[in-house]
């Protein structure tokens, strides 16, 4: 096993009570404090799913897919990191264990173990250690957040690692924040501490001590609460940190700065206590919380209703547009499985969005609204599979009744949409996907590169089909042109409406690359145009 960087100093991140407590939020609030302090931050999330990777996870369940620029499918917190350090992750910042074990079977097979029997430990937990290092590689300062709460049988070996790293390197040099849920029972009217209580004992079972509690509840934690985690997590009372429900995520690192928790991190870590500048986070906080004059309507086209998570970025990416729109932003659910027997309810917005999906459920629905908003000149932004419909709804308003994605029927004359014959019989093997960082260049004078203000773009992706060129002059005929086309020429990057106040549909996924402080352009000329229609 290689020596850890002298320098380098590490905190993890790990949680108990509950999942969904908040990690990711608190480890990107912990990696924006010091940032502001100049120091170089690097962050990383560790899974123990058995996945190789998330791109097969059910979005209703876990949330959104991230996608990283190098076309790591991965658990939505790396966007939190991203958004939160204004940084671009890569491979090196997931680890899922399904990935991790499929490496040592894979070493194992091929004769790298000389015979020897391969355990969780040593060699499970060695190769955790390993990915911290090389995740951490450049950085001052390396986040690890542990997915799941502690305690959770497939997290046993993670815990171990982690132990075994601290020991290895000193804990001097790398400190532990465990946060936890305090739940509030309305019928007595009090905080009960015991499941965090409970927690703490958890992380000390593994022989880990947490240096830092977050505390997160629904309600402001008393005093004798504080005291209370403070004693039976065994640290300092200044060391628990109270984390009570924000209007917006964006003030967290104002949180964590007002209750002293850099000092506390970088005493512990040795680093020199500088004072930070965090003038973008008392910016992006007001903008965030701010109550506008004029309100915009958005519906958004879906089928996953059930958890507003699976469209996260999305939802941010609009939100940071209203707010630096000055315009308070509405959002609402339309079920893409029934709209098409009410299409005059879109009416009723500003503004339609179709996001990306995959699958059949749905997808007529999302056509049919994507031709209303053409036809009715509605402010309209697709979204990977949200040009796809578009692309659908003129090709069939073109001519070609029967229009349809190979997704929806592979046996279709009509396939608009369809897979690219060097990519058939791939489906199964995920090499028929584009996934990450892919060049586009804008048509000259064409409203998007307008709003990106040049011609050639970088944008991240996450789909399997695409725009069938063959169905050029039908797409034209509805009333939709080519404006933006992969460098070659060959893939259609983006299609808009000429004669239509706000009408751009984009085959990658732009939300990825929103940041609170910067606003993606076309989430904003979304906006704008909502705002003017009113």
Known sequence: ??????????????????????????????????????????????????????????????????????????????GHYERFLDIELTKDSATLAGRVYRDLIQAERDGKFLGKTVQMIPHFTDAIQNEIEQSGSGSDVHIIELGGTVGDYESVAYMEAFREFAARIGRDNCIFVHVLYVPYLLTSKELKTK??????????????????????????????????????????????????NAKSIYQVPLTLEKQKVAQLLL?????????????????????????????????????????????????????????HEAVDLEFSWVDAEKIQKNLSSLNTYDAILVPGGFGTRGVEGKIAAAGWALDNNKPYLGLCLGLQVAVIAAARAGGVKNATSAEIDDKSKSQAIYLMPSQAGKQATGGTMRLGNYEATLAKGSKVAKLYGTSEIIERHRHRYEVNRAYEDDITKGGLVISGESPDGRLVEFVEAKNHPFFIATQAHPEFKSRPHRPHPLFTGLIKAAKASK
């Not at 170089?40 to 996945?51: D, G, I």
């Not at 008393?222 to 004693?231: E, P, Q, V």
């Open 1 to 78: 096993m290689n020596k850890p960087h002298e320098r380098r100093k590490y905190i993890f991140v790990t949680g108990g009570v509950l999942s969904g407590v908040g990690k990711g939020i608190t480890a990107a609030s912990i990696g924006a404090v010091l940032k502001a302090r100049g120091l170089n931050v690097s962050v990383q999330k560790c899974e123990a799913y058995l996945n190789v990777d998330a791109g097969t996870l059910n979005p209703a369940e876990h949330g959104e897919c991230f996608v990283t620029k190098d076309g790591t499918e991965i658990d939505l917190d790396l």
């Open 195 to 244: 499941p965090a209580q409970n927690a703490m004992r958890d992380l000390r079972s593994f022989g880990i001590m947490p240096d830092i509690i977050g505390a997160r509840s629904d309600y402001p934690l008393s005093d004798g609460a504080l005291s209370k985690i403070s004693m039976f997590g065994g640290v300092a009372k200044e060391a628990v940190v109270p984390l009570p």
């Open 267 to 323: 005493k512990k870590l040795g680093l020199p206590v500088r004072k930070p500048n965090m003038k973008i986070w008392d910016d992006i906080s007001d903008k965030a919380t701010k109550s506008y004059d004029k309100k915009i309507r958005v519906g958004i086209v879906a089928k996953y209703l059930d958890n507003e998570d699976t469209y996260y970025s999305v939802l941010e990416s609009l939100k940071i547009a209203a707010w």
